[in-house]
């Protein structure tokens, strides 16, 4: 599809200097314009973009948010309860099931088949078997995924038995995600986590055993006590376990966080964690080492070891413009052209839909210029991105549209174009949160949540 309303320049301004120190705020930039812009005055935006019919060729998704969990973790942002009993749950199922109900009938969705889903969390793990059965089954009978590419299920290893990962298997999960995150019980412990080593490795052997199609470990560089040492040797166990693929997060601290609040009240500025260099040498180690027992880097956080087998659906169609459909607490999607979210605390989200109304709190609708700064940073987040193919998207040329960004970035040495690539060397790659907001228009620099 050409987009032929793109504005003949996008203004842009200088990305911000580099910051050593850790400190409060979102550092990973994950949609655009930034959530802080997203108002409930535009909800009425989102709800005429529900009666259109879908744009031609564009992808449909559906992503699930399960919000509880056995223990919140400290660096956790996430909407996450750890305090819901059994009805509470259940009644937290009904509501997501009559929110994708309300969905389902309308126009947005067309003839389109669902391409992929993702349940995230939270603790999607933490359902029982028969929650899972219940939640699933009454999805396929909403809106079927026979056609879906990939559907995404995290779980935490301490909630998964045999059982449990034998049902999550036949619900038709094609990628497990377990967040791993270390393998070292006192990073574990010190951190928040729930599960602890020996639960990690009873968890990987029997998902293996069964045969999920692709099975990604999440790891996260920088926790609290860190060290060298520390991340060296989870980094060998985790090549050493062989996974399809490892999601590797540099740590940061948003404001909602438990070591936020510690560091609120002991008036400190600076995270207890590793810097940014300390973390972006720690990945690079990782990737390396990946490298070495066979595995290719396909994002600022991934790596795979088989390309031509192992895709990450997902947040590929995400990050070229597909439709998401996301429901649950706190959720936020992207639908014919508008972005939304729903109410962030889980009675507000209850109530709405158990009333028959829309639990939707806000929404934003970017202009062309928007659409086409979001779509080309996102993609730079993988490493390079197509000039022939964005412009073909879009109707003008990124090299033309970004020029002063683009030159910055050549001129650090950090980007090249090679033939057709706009391509990031590492380092860039490592460190392509921070340099994508020289994409941003001038009055969305400096937002604290990107």
């Known amino acids: 599809m050409t987009q032929t309303s793109t504005p003949a320049s996008v203004a842009t301004s200088a990305a911000p200097p580099l910051q050593k120190q850790t400190t409060v705020g979102n550092y990973f930039v994950t949609n655009y314009p930034p959530y802080a812009f997203w108002k409930p005055d535009f909800v009425p935006e989102f709800e005429a973009a529900l009666e259109r019919p879908p744009e031609s060729g564009t992808p449909l998704g559906v992503y699930v948010h399960i919000p509880f969990c056995r223990k919140r973790c400290h660096f956790c942002y996430y909407k996450v309860y750890t305090d819901k009993d059994a009805s509470q749950v259940r009644a937290y199922l009904d509501a997501v099931l ?49 056609q879906a590419e990939e559907v995404t299920f995290e779980a935490e290893p301490g909630t998964l038995t045999d059982h449990k990962l034998k049902a999550i298997r036949d619900l038709g999960v094609t990628r497990l995600s377990l967040g791993i995150e270390h393998f070292d019980d006192h990073i574990l412990e010190i951190n928040g986590r729930a599960h602890r080593s020996r639960e990690i490795a009873r968890a990987y052997a029997y998902a293996r055993e069964i045969g999920f199609p692709q099975i990604n470990i999440d790891l996260i560089a920088g926790m609290v006590e860190e060290t060298e040492e520390r991340w060296r040797e989870t980094v060998a166990q985790a090549v050493a376990l062989a996974p399809d693929s490892v999601t590797i997060y540099q740590m940061e601290v948003p404001y909602n966080t438990t070591i936020y609040q510690r560091m609120k009240a002991e008036g ?50 995400l990050f070229s413009g597909a ?22 605390e889980f009675d507000p989200y209850v109530s709405a839909l158990t009333a028959g ?47 002063g960004p683009l030159q910055q970035l050549k001129e ?39």
């Open 268 to 317: 400190k500025l600076e995270a207890p964690v590793a810097d940014w260099d300390t973390k972006r040498a720690w990945v690079d180690h990782a990737f390396r080492e990946f490298e070495r027992a066979g595995y290719s880097v396909n994002s600022t956080s991934t790596v795979v070891k088989d390309p031509a087998k192992t895709r990450f659906v997902y947040r590929q169609q």
């Open 357 to 403: 109304r829309s639990p939707v709190y806000r929404a934003l609708t970017p202009t062309p210029e928007e659409r086409y700064i979001r779509e080309f940073m996102l993609l730079l987040k993988l490493g390079a991105v197509s000039r022939s193919a964005f412009t073909a998207k879009f109707g003008r040329d990124p090299v033309e549209q970004f020029a």
């Open 412 to 450: 650090t040495g950090h980007l090249t174009l090679e033939g057709d690539a706009i391509r990031l060397d590492r380092a860039g790659l490592l460190k392509v949160d921070l340099l994508i907001r020289a994409f941003f228009k001038p009055e969305h620099q400096g937002t604290k949540y990107a």
């Open 98 to 146: 009559q929110e994708l109900a309300f969905y389902a009938g309308k126009p947005f969705v067309g003839a389109r088949p669902i391409r992929f889903v993702y349940f995230g969390g939270g603790t999607p793990s933490y359902l029982s078997e028969n929650q899972l059965r219940h939640l699933t089954d009454e999805m396929k009978r909403l809106l079927p995924w026979e």
């Open 323 to 344: 439709d998401l459909l996301s429901v649950g607490v706190a959720s936020f999607g992207h639908l014919n052209g508008t972005h939304y979210q729903n109410h962030h």
